[in-house]
């Protein structure tokens, strides 16, 4: 893969078109704006991210989650941009294309996580179980093999790229219509369903076609990342797994000494001591944590942008394996976030706050998928009739095809935010009637 092939301006579904008129903001800041004002991205602020939705203590949801990851992509690409152009200092086209690096690594951030349904993981799980599990096996002997891998793997990676690039009923050609560094920054898993070699997948069938289109264009090989992916989900990584340590402290899943011992060793012993020496500058103990936070966030972005940069090569041949926070050469800084990823799992989310949203997102999602297919695939049916009223028409539920019905559900189950689903399910199961 080459630099100047990859960094282009050409807009997915718009590839013809030139902008009549000049406009302050470059096309990558355009890609940014365009996702901050839209829909799916809006609906993000009533999606779980780890912990239910917050009370009287504010946590993470996806919408906060997004956009500190884009601040951290930020500067990552930001960081790997002034290293690269130091070692490409006589190539003057590069070192331009660089100068938007960080924007496309900021703006992909931005829509990493809005392909995800309601109520987190466990809104993936209730979909792939109604499909391998459930009443949803009826269906696989009319589905090939590769739209029934789709439906039993679902997976918000490959419904964000669907998002950005499916032209819906009504909407125009080429999806959000994004700059194609943005879009492929987007897709941390470079393969269909049934050829996945993990769990994650980054496109259904139905969207195989944009990916090829995109990823030719760019001049990257199939199964193969683009290039900017590493920085995306190092800024995805940095995030969710020191936000959460936070957020479980003011949650007191945590003890203010176990929270402060996790966050200070990622640091060594003489910079634990100014460290700690700093803190007591103030008293309130969320801001002493907050101060240990911001300081290993700062910490894994340099680590991760050196790695990058000192892997640019393997990254471009598409040989790198493992991610950029896997792969620092920093052992103190991989041991202090495995430790942080273990506790996490042994304490954050087998915790009762998130197993209850997840038990009660199950629940509501696999029941709302198997009203709706029932619903699509009867609509002679007088309740379906009615139920099918409430889906917009921007889904295709009317498909020719079982396949393109069936992703007429998932594409509105998965677009609905976690106060929506419930709500819904509540008045379908009729435990709660419209106010009027």
Known sequence: ??????????????????????????????????????????????????????????????????????CVGRSLGNNVARELKKKYAANEELNQMFDSMGEIVSAACLAHDMGNPPFGHSGE????????????????????????????????????????????????????????????????????AINSPKKKFGYFTDDASAWERISSRLGVPQQTRFPLVYLVEAADDICYEIMD????????????????????????????????????????????????????????????????????????????TGSLIGTMSNNRLKDAYK?????????????????????????????????LMQAVFTPEKEYSKRLLQRIPQQYDVYAKTEYGKILAVLDYISGMTDVYALDLYQKITGMALPKV
């Open 339 to 371: 430790h942080c990823t273990e506790i996490s799992v042994k304490k954050i989310y087998s915790s009762s706050e998130v197993l209850d949203v997840e038990l009660a997102g199950y629940k509501i999602i696999y029941m709302l998928m198997e009203e």
């Open 125 to 192: 799980r209730a979909i792939q179980t109604y499909f391998s599990e459930g009443k949803g096996l009826e269906y696989k002997d009319c589905l090939t093999e590769h739209e029934w891998a789709d439906c039993i793997k679902f997976e918000g990676n490959a419904n964000a790229f669907r998002i950005l690039t499916h032209k819906f009923n009504g909407r125009r050609e080429g999806g959000f219509v994004l700059t194609y560094p943005t879009i492929a920054s987007v897709v941390k898993y470079p393969y269909s």
């Open 245 to 320: 340590i936070e957020d479980a402290h003011k949650l007191k899943i945590l003890t203010t000494d176990e929270t402060k011992s996790l966050l200070l060793s990622f640091f060594d012993e003489q910079h634990q001591a100014h460290k700690l020496e700093t803190m007591q500058r103030v008293d309130d103990t969320n801001e002493q944590i907050a101060y240990l936070r911001s300081s290993v966030i700062g910490e894994l972005v340099d680590a991760c942008a050196e790695t990058f940069v000192r892997n640019e090569e393997a990254i471009l041949n598409g040989t790198l």
């Open 1 to 70: 893969m080459y630099w100047q092939e990859l960094i282009t301006t050409l807009r997915y579904g718009q590839e013809d078109w030139h902008r009549p008129h000049p406009d302050v903001r470059n096309e990558f800041q355009r890609d940014f704006d365009r996702l901050i004002f839209s829909a799916p991205f809006r609906r993000l602020q009533n999606k779980t991210q780890v912990f239910p939705l917050p009370g009287s203590v504010f946590v993470h949801n996806r919408l906060t989650h997004s956009l500190e990851v884009s």
